[in-house]
């Protein structure tokens, strides 16, 4: 049996918007979530409330879905946008959607948002979605794993496709600026899928995948990964972690943002986990085999 | 082994093996020999799904495994369920559930509700992304006597305290039985809103809502 653990996701952390910010920023909802503009003062805002390192983007896990077609619940001050109805009932239709058009939409508001931040000297982290985040949006999830089980080879094809979508996505963000490339599919995690689904997704999708990404990583940009993602790459033996020190205990997004040009990918802790101090000084780089 | 005993095995292997036409075959063949509907769907079908909802406590099968073992079940509900005598004056436990409004993620939920509809409840499925009122108008509207929420995300979870306010608001806390579960919600979380019960997983769920409703015996048959 694999050996991949769960990270258990906990509510003391900085995920989702505060009632408190928002009022007092003149903003409506949820047209504050569609104009990159907007997307700013509303990231800034958070920013400053939480007292972290980095501005975040966006502020759900459906951008990528609605760019391909998926329609979505664009929600209000308190809950943000979330999917509203599947649009496909089998996982072959997933094959035929369209790429994504960076250059209009919700999506490309998202990639301004960016470069706005990025022309005020702010460290962003823009947050992309693996693909059962993205598949959570565009079909039920009963088909997604009656797919896997029954028809394997088609769903690494979709995978893929949502893969080179996200891949394409994450270049983008980066020619606007983005330092913090954070990649998560937490609805993929071992919890959820069992150990040896989720191996084969490992093998499938995420390393391969991952090894594209840290392409993106260079002196001015790094990708981090939810711990899940993380533990699944660990538990398969894709991955080993390498400690770096710190010359200072830091916040781990700070640690992070001091990182980049010296690691390639992190993930020692969830990046909306903004309390989290590296005290003893350990930054610890997912180097991938 | 007999003829109905073979078929009914066969029912039960089919949901473990979560092979949904075969369920559906087998169930039509155990109908066209005549054999009752109802030992079908309980020696059958809700005995497959008893094994598959062991596994998942054992960790042999995981909530994929589960979702799929279901869909075999209904596969076989469907066509059996038809030919089951009506009876009069029979009453089983009511209850709501659905996700949280704010959060779309539902597998959790869809596998609390199968395990109790297995376990024999009456479960009304709100789905996901569910008004917080909703919880209780439909609470009080179909005389429900517990309500379950579910969240996988940190940012909707206060919408489970918001429910048990209107229920303390409209006088109906008293009477309703409210369960969460979720990935971030923990005992701990329950405890702080008010909750009755929180439960890790579906079989545990199945657990609570027996435990709070002061349901003793076996007397759940599934319909």
Same mark, same amino acid.
């Given at each position: 049996? &694999?050996?991949?653990?769960?990270?258990?996701?906990?509510?003391?952390? &900085?995920?989702?918007?505060?009632?408190?910010?928002?009022?007092? =920023?003149?903003?409506?909802?949820?047209?504050?979530?569609?104009?990159?503009?907007?997307?700013?003062?509303? &990231?800034?805002?958070?920013?400053?409330?939480?007292?972290?390192?980095?501005?975040?983007?966006?502020?759900?896990?459906?951008?990528?879905?609605?760019?391909?077609?998926?329609?979505?619940?664009?929600?209000?001050?308190?809950?943000?946008?979330?999917?509203?109805?599947?649009?496909?009932? &089998?996982?072959?239709?997933?094959?035929?959607?369209?790429?994504?058009?960076?250059?209009?939409?919700?999506?490309?508001?998202?990639?301004? +948002?960016?470069?706005?931040?990025?022309?005020?000297?702010?460290?962003?982290?823009?947050?992309?979605?693996?693909?059962?985040?993205?598949?959570?949006?565009?079909?039920?999830?009963?088909?997604?794993?009656?797919?896997?089980?029954?028809?394997?080879?088609?769903?690494?094809?979709?995978?893929?496709? $949502?893969?080179?979508?996200?891949?394409?996505?994450?270049?983008?963000?980066?020619?606007?600026?983005?330092?913090?490339?954070?990649?998560?599919?937490?609805?993929?995690?071992?919890?959820?899928?069992?150990?040896?689904? +989720?191996?084969?997704?490992?093998?499938?999708?995420?390393?391969?995948? =991952?090894?594209?990404?840290?392409?993106?990583?260079?002196?001015?940009?790094?990708?981090? $990964?939810?711990?899940?993602?993380?533990?699944?790459?660990?538990?398969?033996?894709?991955?080993?972690?390498?400690?770096?020190?710190?010359?200072?205990? $830091?916040?781990?997004?700070?640690?992070?943002?001091?990182?980049?040009?010296?690691?390639?990918?992190?993930?020692?802790?969830?990046?909306?986990?903004?309390?989290?101090?590296?005290?003893?000084?350990?930054?610890?780089?997912?180097? $991938?085999? | 082994?007999?003829?109905?005993?073979?078929?009914?095995?066969?029912?039960?292997?089919?949901? /473990? *093996?979560?092979?949904?036409?075969?369920?559906?075959?087998?169930?039509?063949?155990?109908?066209?020999?005549?054999?009752?509907? %109802? *030992?079908?769907?309980?020696?059958?079908? /809700?005995?497959?799904?008893?094994?598959?909802?062991?596994?998942?406590?054992?960790?042999?099968? %995981?909530?994929?495994?589960?979702?799929?073992?279901?869909?075999?079940?209904?596969?076989?509900?469907?066509?059996?369920?038809?030919?089951?005598?009506?009876?009069?004056?029979?009453?089983?436990?009511?209850?709501?559930?659905? /996700?949280?409004?704010?959060?779309?993620?539902?597998?959790?939920?869809?596998?609390?509700?199968?395990?109790?509809?297995?376990?024999?409840?009456?479960?009304? *499925?709100?789905?996901? *992304?569910?008004?917080?009122?909703? %919880?209780?108008?439909?609470?009080?509207?179909?005389?429900?006597? %517990?309500?379950?929420?579910?969240?996988?995300?940190?940012?909707?979870?206060?919408?489970?305290?918001?429910?048990?306010?209107?229920?303390?608001?409209?006088?109906?806390?008293?009477?309703?039985?409210?369960?969460?579960?979720?990935?971030?919600?923990?005992?701990?979380?329950?405890?702080?809103?008010?909750?009755?019960?929180?439960?890790?997983?579906? /079989?545990?769920?199945?657990?609570?809502?027996? !435990?709070?409703?002061?349901?003793?015996?076996?007397?759940?048959?599934? !319909?």
């Amino acid at each position: 049996m &694999s050996e991949i653990k769960d990270f258990n996701c906990t509510y003391d952390n &900085s995920a989702g918007i505060h009632a408190d910010v928002t009022k007092e =920023l003149g903003l409506t909802f949820p047209d504050a979530y569609m104009h990159g503009d907007t997307m700013v003062v509303l &990231s800034k805002a958070l920013r400053g409330h939480n007292g972290a390192a980095f501005c975040e983007l966006p502020f759900c896990h459906t951008v990528e879905a609605e760019a391909m077609g998926g329609i979505i619940n664009y929600g209000n001050e308190k809950a943000g946008p979330r999917a509203k109805e599947y649009i496909c009932t &089998s996982v072959e239709e997933l094959l035929e959607l369209p790429e994504i058009d960076f250059t209009t939409g919700r999506i490309q508001e998202v990639l301004k +948002a960016c470069e706005i931040l990025r022309g005020q000297n702010e460290q962003t982290v823009l947050q992309v979605s693996g693909p059962f985040t993205i598949l959570n949006v565009l079909i039920d999830a009963k088909h997604v794993f009656k797919a896997m089980r029954k028809k394997p080879e088609l769903m690494k094809e979709v995978f893929w496709k $949502l893969g080179k979508e996200v891949l394409r996505f994450m270049e983008e963000a980066k020619k606007r600026g983005v330092g913090l490339l954070s990649y998560a599919d937490s609805p993929g995690g071992v919890n959820i899928l069992g150990p040896k689904m +989720a191996e084969q997704i490992v093998e499938d999708f995420t390393y391969p995948f =991952l090894k594209k990404a840290e392409l993106l990583a260079d002196g001015d940009t790094m990708v981090l $990964l939810c711990p899940k993602t993380v533990f699944a790459l660990l538990g398969t033996g894709k991955a080993e972690l390498r400690e770096i020190e710190l010359q200072e205990p $830091l916040p781990y997004g700070e640690a992070c943002i001091r990182m980049k040009g010296r690691a390639k990918l992190a993930g020692q802790m969830c990046i909306k986990n903004v309390g989290y101090c590296l005290e003893n000084r350990i930054f610890k780089e997912v180097v $991938l085999r | 082994m007999s003829a109905k005993e073979e078929l009914l095995k066969r029912l039960s292997d089919g949901v /473990v *093996d979560m092979e949904e036409d075969d369920v559906a075959e087998t169930a039509q063949e155990y109908l066209d020999a005549g054999y009752p509907a %109802f *030992d079908g769907i309980m020696e059958g079908l /809700v005995d497959g799904m008893n094994r598959a909802g062991q596994l998942y406590e054992e960790e042999e099968y %995981f909530v994929t495994d589960v979702l799929l073992c279901s869909d075999a079940m209904y596969a076989g509900l469907e066509i059996l369920r038809p030919y089951l005598p009506e009876e009069a004056g029979e009453t089983k436990h009511k209850g709501v559930i659905g /996700v949280v409004e704010g959060d779309t993620h539902d597998i959790g939920k869809n596998l609390v509700k199968i395990m109790l509809e297995t376990a024999g409840f009456d479960m009304i *499925d709100l789905g996901r *992304d569910v008004p917080l009122r909703k %919880f209780v108008d439909t609470a009080r509207e179909e005389g429900a006597e %517990f309500i379950c929420m579910s969240t996988l995300m940190t940012t909707t979870m206060g919408g489970m305290q918001d429910v048990i306010r209107i229920l303390e608001e409209e006088g109906m806390r008293q009477q309703m039985k409210v369960m969460i579960g979720g990935g971030p919600v923990s005992q701990k979380y329950a405890d702080k809103i008010g909750a009755d019960g929180y439960s890790q997983n579906a /079989v545990e769920a199945v657990k609570l809502a027996k !435990r709070l409703l002061n349901i003793t015996n076996d007397g759940l048959g599934m !319909r």
